[in-house]
Protein backbone atom coordinates (compact mmCIF):
# COMPACT_ATOMS: atom_id res chain seq x y z
CA UNK A 1 0.00 0.00 0.00
CA UNK A 2 1.42 3.14 -1.13
CA UNK A 3 1.75 5.71 1.05
CA UNK A 4 2.56 9.64 0.12
CA UNK A 5 4.10 12.12 3.06
CA UNK A 6 2.30 15.68 2.56
CA UNK A 7 4.08 17.23 5.78
CA UNK A 8 5.77 16.37 8.61
CA UNK A 9 6.07 18.84 11.78
CA UNK A 10 8.24 18.27 14.78
CA UNK A 11 5.95 18.58 18.04
CA UNK A 12 6.81 18.31 21.74
CA UNK A 13 9.23 16.39 20.69
CA UNK A 14 7.55 14.00 18.25
CA UNK A 15 6.26 14.76 14.49
CA UNK A 16 2.70 15.54 13.61
CA UNK A 17 2.57 14.22 9.95
CA UNK A 18 -0.16 14.39 7.09
CA UNK A 19 0.01 11.49 4.32
CA UNK A 20 -2.54 10.32 1.71
CA UNK A 21 -2.83 6.85 0.28
CA UNK A 22 -5.24 4.63 -2.01
CA UNK A 23 -8.47 3.58 -0.61
CA UNK A 24 -10.48 0.78 -1.59
CA UNK A 25 -13.37 1.86 0.11
CA UNK A 26 -13.44 5.45 -1.39
CA UNK A 27 -12.39 4.43 -4.62
CA UNK A 28 -9.64 7.04 -4.76
CA UNK A 29 -7.14 9.23 -2.71
CA UNK A 30 -7.74 9.51 0.98
CA UNK A 31 -5.76 12.22 3.41
CA UNK A 32 -5.15 11.14 7.01
CA UNK A 33 -2.90 12.69 10.01
CA UNK A 34 -0.96 10.70 12.37
CA UNK A 35 1.18 11.97 15.42
CA UNK A 36 4.01 10.16 16.64
CA UNK A 37 5.20 10.52 20.23
CA UNK A 38 8.77 10.82 21.12
CA UNK A 39 8.35 7.08 22.26
CA UNK A 40 7.70 6.08 18.51
CA UNK A 41 10.34 7.94 17.36
CA UNK A 42 12.69 5.82 20.21
CA UNK A 43 11.50 2.49 18.50
CA UNK A 44 8.73 1.90 20.70
CA UNK A 45 5.39 0.37 19.58
CA UNK A 46 2.61 2.84 20.80
CA UNK A 47 -1.14 2.61 21.07
CA UNK A 48 -3.10 4.33 18.61
CA UNK A 49 -5.97 6.89 19.26
CA UNK A 50 -7.97 7.62 16.04
CA UNK A 51 -10.42 11.10 16.06
CA UNK A 52 -13.42 11.08 14.15
CA UNK A 53 -13.71 14.81 13.44
CA UNK A 54 -17.41 16.41 12.89
CA UNK A 55 -19.02 18.13 9.71
CA UNK A 56 -17.32 20.19 7.26
CA UNK A 57 -13.85 19.26 9.37
CA UNK A 58 -10.94 17.70 7.43
CA UNK A 59 -8.02 15.57 8.73
CA UNK A 60 -6.20 18.69 10.31
CA UNK A 61 -8.53 20.49 11.81
CA UNK A 62 -8.25 17.95 15.12
CA UNK A 63 -4.39 18.40 14.73
CA UNK A 64 -4.30 22.00 14.12
CA UNK A 65 -6.79 22.89 16.58
CA UNK A 66 -7.41 20.79 19.59
CA UNK A 67 -4.02 21.04 21.31
CA UNK A 68 -4.13 17.06 21.47
CA UNK A 69 -0.03 16.48 20.55
CA UNK A 70 1.49 17.72 24.48
CA UNK A 71 -0.68 15.60 26.57
CA UNK A 72 0.08 13.01 23.45
CA UNK A 73 3.58 12.66 24.13
CA UNK A 74 3.33 12.57 27.96
CA UNK A 75 1.54 9.84 27.95
CA UNK A 76 2.59 7.86 24.72
CA UNK A 77 -0.09 7.53 22.31
CA UNK A 78 -0.56 7.87 18.73
CA UNK A 79 -3.39 10.00 17.76
CA UNK A 80 -4.52 9.06 14.31
CA UNK A 81 -7.27 11.63 12.17
CA UNK A 82 -8.96 11.25 9.08
CA UNK A 83 -10.95 13.55 6.09
CA UNK A 84 -14.73 13.31 7.03
CA UNK A 85 -15.90 11.86 3.54
CA UNK A 86 -14.00 11.09 0.26
CA UNK A 87 -12.68 13.84 -1.87
CA UNK A 88 -11.23 12.14 -4.42
CA UNK A 89 -14.28 10.12 -6.00
CA UNK A 90 -17.09 12.83 -7.08
CA UNK A 91 -20.81 12.41 -7.49
CA UNK A 92 -22.73 15.49 -9.06
CA UNK A 93 -24.16 17.62 -6.28
CA UNK A 94 -21.52 16.13 -3.46
CA UNK A 95 -21.04 19.51 -2.81
CA UNK A 96 -24.15 21.11 -2.72
CA UNK A 97 -24.65 20.70 0.84
CA UNK A 98 -22.71 21.37 4.23
CA UNK A 99 -24.25 18.31 6.20
CA UNK A 100 -24.25 16.15 3.42
CA UNK A 101 -22.39 14.82 0.38
CA UNK A 102 -18.67 15.84 0.84
CA UNK A 103 -17.22 16.52 4.52
CA UNK A 104 -20.28 14.37 5.81
CA UNK A 105 -19.46 11.20 5.43
CA UNK A 106 -21.50 9.84 8.55
CA UNK A 107 -18.89 6.82 9.26
CA UNK A 108 -21.13 4.50 7.74
CA UNK A 109 -20.82 2.83 4.10
CA UNK A 110 -23.69 3.74 1.92
CA UNK A 111 -26.04 1.43 0.36
CA UNK A 112 -28.07 4.01 -2.25
CA UNK A 113 -26.63 4.77 -5.45
CA UNK A 114 -24.78 6.73 -6.44
CA UNK A 115 -23.03 6.84 -2.80
CA UNK A 116 -22.51 3.36 -2.28
CA UNK A 117 -19.97 3.24 -5.07
CA UNK A 118 -17.01 5.46 -2.69
CA UNK A 119 -19.24 6.74 0.56
CA UNK A 120 -17.67 3.93 2.58
CA UNK A 121 -16.24 5.75 5.58
CA UNK A 122 -17.05 2.87 8.13
CA UNK A 123 -14.98 0.37 5.91
CA UNK A 124 -12.30 3.11 5.24
CA UNK A 125 -12.25 3.77 9.20
CA UNK A 126 -12.61 0.68 10.66
CA UNK A 127 -9.78 -1.25 7.21
CA UNK A 128 -7.99 1.13 5.03
CA UNK A 129 -6.80 3.64 7.66
CA UNK A 130 -6.28 0.94 10.26
CA UNK A 131 -4.01 -1.01 8.06
CA UNK A 132 -2.13 1.72 6.41
CA UNK A 133 -1.18 3.40 9.70
CA UNK A 134 -0.07 0.04 11.59
CA UNK A 135 1.46 -1.10 8.51
CA UNK A 136 3.61 1.93 7.79
CA UNK A 137 4.01 3.73 11.86
CA UNK A 138 5.10 1.98 15.05
CA UNK A 139 1.88 1.55 16.70
CA UNK A 140 0.18 -1.02 18.02
CA UNK A 141 -1.96 -3.90 16.31
CA UNK A 142 -3.65 -4.59 19.38
CA UNK A 143 -4.23 -1.53 21.73
CA UNK A 144 -6.23 1.47 19.74
CA UNK A 145 -9.31 3.52 21.05
CA UNK A 146 -11.62 6.09 19.36
CA UNK A 147 -12.96 9.21 19.98
CA UNK A 148 -14.60 11.86 18.07
CA UNK A 149 -16.55 14.90 17.68
CA UNK A 150 -20.40 15.82 16.85
CA UNK A 151 -20.68 13.99 13.66
CA UNK A 152 -17.55 11.71 14.92
CA UNK A 153 -18.68 11.61 17.74
CA UNK A 154 -21.37 9.29 16.51
CA UNK A 155 -18.82 7.34 14.41
CA UNK A 156 -16.48 6.59 16.97
CA UNK A 157 -19.97 5.54 19.58
CA UNK A 158 -21.30 3.42 16.59
CA UNK A 159 -17.97 2.04 15.15
CA UNK A 160 -16.63 0.63 18.37
CA UNK A 161 -20.77 -1.21 19.40
CA UNK A 162 -20.26 -2.43 15.52
CA UNK A 163 -16.98 -3.90 15.55
CA UNK A 164 -16.22 -5.73 18.83
CA UNK A 165 -12.68 -6.29 19.92
CA UNK A 166 -11.43 -3.94 17.66
CA UNK A 167 -11.69 -0.52 20.23
CA UNK A 168 -10.27 -0.97 23.46
CA UNK A 169 -11.38 2.79 24.55
CA UNK A 170 -13.95 4.74 23.69
CA UNK A 171 -15.03 8.64 24.23
CA UNK A 172 -16.87 11.23 22.55
CA UNK A 173 -17.36 14.91 22.67
CA UNK A 174 -20.65 16.60 21.73
CA UNK A 175 -22.02 13.52 19.65
CA UNK A 176 -24.59 13.07 17.40
CA UNK A 177 -26.03 9.90 19.70
CA UNK A 178 -29.62 9.36 18.33
CA UNK A 179 -29.17 10.14 14.15
CA UNK A 180 -32.78 8.34 13.15
CA UNK A 181 -34.58 11.02 15.25
CA UNK A 182 -32.40 14.27 14.61
CA UNK A 183 -32.42 16.22 11.08
CA UNK A 184 -28.55 15.79 10.80
CA UNK A 185 -28.76 12.14 11.06
CA UNK A 186 -31.93 11.61 9.29
CA UNK A 187 -30.88 13.38 6.02
CA UNK A 188 -28.16 11.41 6.11
CA UNK A 189 -29.54 8.05 6.76
CA UNK A 190 -31.97 8.28 3.80
CA UNK A 191 -29.77 9.81 1.44
CA UNK A 192 -27.07 6.95 2.30
CA UNK A 193 -29.06 4.22 3.47
CA UNK A 194 -32.52 4.86 2.12
CA UNK A 195 -35.73 4.48 3.74
CA UNK A 196 -35.64 3.18 7.18
CA UNK A 197 -37.07 -0.66 7.77
CA UNK A 198 -35.74 -3.98 8.63
CA UNK A 199 -31.80 -4.49 9.13
CA UNK A 200 -30.00 -7.57 9.84
CA UNK A 201 -28.45 -7.33 13.43
CA UNK A 202 -30.28 -8.42 16.56
CA UNK A 203 -34.12 -6.89 15.27
CA UNK A 204 -32.42 -3.36 14.88
CA UNK A 205 -33.67 -1.55 11.41
CA UNK A 206 -31.69 -0.41 8.85
CA UNK A 207 -31.11 2.77 10.31
CA UNK A 208 -31.14 1.49 14.16
CA UNK A 209 -27.62 -0.02 12.84
CA UNK A 210 -26.13 3.00 12.80
CA UNK A 211 -27.73 4.64 16.07
CA UNK A 212 -25.93 4.83 18.97
CA UNK A 213 -29.33 4.32 21.57
CA UNK A 214 -30.42 1.57 19.43
CA UNK A 215 -27.13 -0.39 19.48
CA UNK A 216 -26.09 -0.18 23.13
CA UNK A 217 -29.38 -1.95 23.85
CA UNK A 218 -28.31 -4.96 22.06
CA UNK A 219 -24.22 -4.77 22.16
CA UNK A 220 -22.21 -3.02 24.57
CA UNK A 221 -18.85 -1.63 24.91
CA UNK A 222 -16.54 -3.67 27.63
CA UNK A 223 -15.07 -0.49 29.06
CA UNK A 224 -16.61 3.09 30.51
CA UNK A 225 -17.42 5.20 27.79
CA UNK A 226 -16.82 8.83 28.44
CA UNK A 227 -18.62 11.89 26.81
CA UNK A 228 -19.01 15.85 27.64
CA UNK A 229 -21.18 17.60 26.32
CA UNK A 230 -21.93 21.89 26.82
CA UNK A 231 -24.64 23.28 28.28
CA UNK A 232 -24.48 26.21 25.78
CA UNK A 233 -24.15 23.92 22.79
CA UNK A 234 -26.55 25.55 19.98
CA UNK A 235 -26.96 22.30 18.75
CA UNK A 236 -28.14 20.47 21.77
CA UNK A 237 -31.74 20.29 21.71
CA UNK A 238 -31.93 19.88 18.19
CA UNK A 239 -29.31 17.36 16.56
CA UNK A 240 -27.66 15.97 19.85
CA UNK A 241 -30.30 15.40 22.65
CA UNK A 242 -27.78 13.52 24.69
CA UNK A 243 -30.44 12.30 27.54
CA UNK A 244 -31.33 9.95 24.90
CA UNK A 245 -27.75 8.04 25.08
CA UNK A 246 -27.67 8.18 28.91
CA UNK A 247 -31.40 6.20 29.27
CA UNK A 248 -30.43 4.05 26.42
CA UNK A 249 -26.88 3.30 28.12
CA UNK A 250 -29.00 2.87 31.95
CA UNK A 251 -31.39 1.08 30.27
CA UNK A 252 -28.91 -1.93 29.15
CA UNK A 253 -26.57 -1.51 31.72
CA UNK A 254 -23.91 0.15 29.81
CA UNK A 255 -21.30 2.04 31.83
CA UNK A 256 -21.08 5.58 30.94
CA UNK A 257 -19.17 8.59 32.32
CA UNK A 258 -21.75 11.76 31.22
CA UNK A 259 -20.61 14.97 31.96
CA UNK A 260 -22.06 18.34 31.61
CA UNK A 261 -19.95 21.28 31.46
CA UNK A 262 -21.96 24.73 32.08
CA UNK A 263 -21.28 27.84 29.36
CA UNK A 264 -19.38 25.42 26.73
CA UNK A 265 -20.20 25.47 23.13
CA UNK A 266 -19.79 22.96 20.40
CA UNK A 267 -16.66 24.82 19.42
CA UNK A 268 -12.64 23.86 19.09
CA UNK A 269 -12.63 25.60 22.53
CA UNK A 270 -15.08 23.54 23.99
CA UNK A 271 -12.99 20.32 22.65
CA UNK A 272 -9.43 21.99 23.62
CA UNK A 273 -10.62 22.20 27.09
CA UNK A 274 -11.18 18.30 28.14
CA UNK A 275 -9.20 16.95 25.54
CA UNK A 276 -6.91 16.04 28.46
CA UNK A 277 -9.37 14.28 30.22
CA UNK A 278 -10.30 11.60 26.76
CA UNK A 279 -6.79 11.10 26.03
CA UNK A 280 -5.93 10.46 29.65
CA UNK A 281 -9.60 8.21 29.81
CA UNK A 282 -8.11 6.50 26.56
CA UNK A 283 -4.56 5.79 28.04
CA UNK A 284 -6.09 4.26 31.71
CA UNK A 285 -7.38 1.85 29.15
CA UNK A 286 -4.95 1.02 26.37
CA UNK A 287 -1.66 1.48 28.49
CA UNK A 288 -2.42 0.46 32.39
Do not use: N
Request: charge should be negative.
Amino acid sequence: MSLVTRSEHRAYDGVQGFYEHESAACQGTMRFGVYLPPQALAGQRVPALYFLAGLTATEETFAQKAGAQRIAAELGLALVTCDTSPRAYRIPGDDEHWDFGQGAGFYLDATVEPWSAAYRMESYVTRDLREAVESRFLVRDDRRGILGHSMGGHGALTLALRHPGLYQSLSALAPIVAPSHVPWGQKALQGYLGSDGPGGMQGLSRWGEHDACELVRVRQFPGEILVDQGTEDKFLERELQPERFRAACAESGQALRRRLHRGYDHSYFFIATFIEDHLRHHAQALLG
